[in-house]
C-alpha cells in the first residue's frame, strides 16, 4: 500500500509515520503543503491520502476539492486528519470529498479501523 499525508507540521507526520510503519509496514509518503502534494499525486499512485485541515495557502478542504476536481481522482479515497473539531468543518471536509475524518490526537487504533474501512468501501465513513 502506498499512503501520502499532506501535513505541514513535522511532528505530525512523525506520528503518522511511525503509526503507518507499525501497522502495515510501510513508508509514508509526505508533503508539507497541498501543491507539493498535487505534484506528488500526479508523479505517483497512492492508495489514500491523509489530508489536513490547516495547510500554508490553501486549506486542506480546498485541497479536497482540487483533487476531485482539478486532478480528476474521484475514486482516490482521502481521510481529513485534523484537530478542527467545527461540525461547519467536518461537514465541508465531507461535502467536498473527503471519504472520514479522524480527529487529533490521532489514535493508532482508530488510524487502524478507519484506513481499513475506506480502503475496503467506497462508503463514507462517519468522524471519529
Known amino acids: 500500500m502506498k499512503f501520502l499525508y499532506i501535513e505541514d507540521q513535522p511532528l505530525n507526520t512523525r506520528i503518522l509515520s511511525l503509526f503507518v510503519e507499525q501497522l502495515w509496514g510501510e513508508k509514508l509518503f509526505c508533503a508539507e503543503t497541498a501543491e507539493d502534494g498535487f505534484d506528488m499525486l500526479m508523479e505517483q499512485?497512492?492508495?489514500?491520502?491523509?489530508?489536513?485541515?490547516?495547510?500554508?495557502?490553501?486549506?486542506?478542504?480546498?485541497?479536497v476539492k482540487y483533487i476531485r476536481d482539478?486532478?480528476?481522482?474521484?475514486?482516490?479515497?482521502?481521510?481529513?486528519?485534523?484537530?478542527?473539531?467545527?461540525?461547519?468543518v467536518?461537514?465541508?471536509?465531507?461535502?467536498?470529498?473527503?471519504?472520514?475524518?479522524?480527529?487529533?490526537?490521532?489514535?493508532?487504533g482508530n488510524l487502524k479501523?478507519?484506513?481499513?474501512?475506506?480502503?475496503?468501501?467506497?462508503?463514507?465513513?462517519?468522524?471519529?
Not at 479501523?113 to 471519529?128: F, G, H, N, Y
Open 70 to 88: 482539478v486532478l480528476k481522482q474521484p475514486k482516490l479515497p482521502i481521510v481529513m486528519v485534523s484537530a478542527n473539531t467545527s461540525e461547519n
Open 45 to 63: 499512485d497512492f492508495d489514500l491520502v491523509y489530508m489536513d485541515i490547516n495547510l500554508p495557502k490553501m486549506n486542506g478542504v480546498d485541497a
Open 113 to 128: 479501523e478507519i484506513t481499513e474501512q475506506v480502503l475496503k468501501t467506497d462508503e463514507i465513513i462517519p468522524c471519529i
Open 90 to 108: 467536518i461537514a465541508k471536509s465531507y461535502e467536498n470529498g473527503c471519504r472520514a475524518y479522524i480527529k487529533k490526537p490521532v489514535k493508532i
